[in-house]
Nanobody, 118 residues
Framework: QVQLVESGGDSVQAGGSLTLSCDAS?????MAWFRQAPGNLREGVAR??????PVYDYRVKGRFTILRDNNKRVLLQMNDLKPEDTGTYYC????????????????WGQGTEVTVSS
C-alpha cells in the first residue's frame, strides 16, 4: 500500500516562491502534482517519470520546476506565484498506465493548500 504525504503549502504574496514536498512510502517512477481551485476541477500541474523529461501545464511552464529530491521524495518548486495559482495541491503517483495528466492515478496525497494574494 502506497502512501503520499504533501507538505509546504502556505500563503504568499504574488511574485513570491514556495516549494512543495511529496514524500512517498516507496519509489514510484511516475509522479505528478495536481491542483484544484475552489469550484474548479482538479487539473494537472507538473509530472515527472524516471528516464524522461518533466512535463508542465502551460499555465505554470517556466515558473514551476518538478524534481526528485531522492528516490521517495518529489518537490514542486514554484516561483513568480500568481493569484491564479491558488488552490489545493495534490501529489499523485502511478505504477502502471500512462504517466499523464489524467486523474486516474492509483495513489493520492491528502493535499496542501497554497494561497497567493495580489
Amino acid at each position: 500500500q502506497v502512501q503520499l504525504v504533501e507538505s509546504g503549502g502556505d500563503s504568499v504574496q504574488a511574485g513570491g516562491s514556495l516549494t512543495l514536498s511529496c514524500d512517498a512510502s516507496e519509489y514510484i517512477s511516475c509522479m505528478a502534482w495536481f491542483r484544484q481551485a475552489p469550484g474548479n476541477l482538479r487539473e494537472g500541474v507538473a509530472r515527472i517519470i524516471s528516464g524522461g523529461q518533466p512535463v508542465y501545464d502551460y499555465r505554470v511552464k517556466g515558473r514551476f520546476t518538478i524534481l526528485r529530491d531522492n528516490n521517495k521524495r518529489v518537490l514542486l518548486q514554484m516561483n513568480d506565484l500568481k493569484p491564479e495559482d491558488t488552490g489545493t495541491y495534490y501529489c499523485a503517483a502511478k505504477k502502471r498506465g500512462i504517466c499523464g495528466f489524467q486523474t486516474d492515478y492509483e495513489h493520492w496525497g491528502q493535499g496542501t493548500e497554497v494561497t497567493v494574494s495580489s
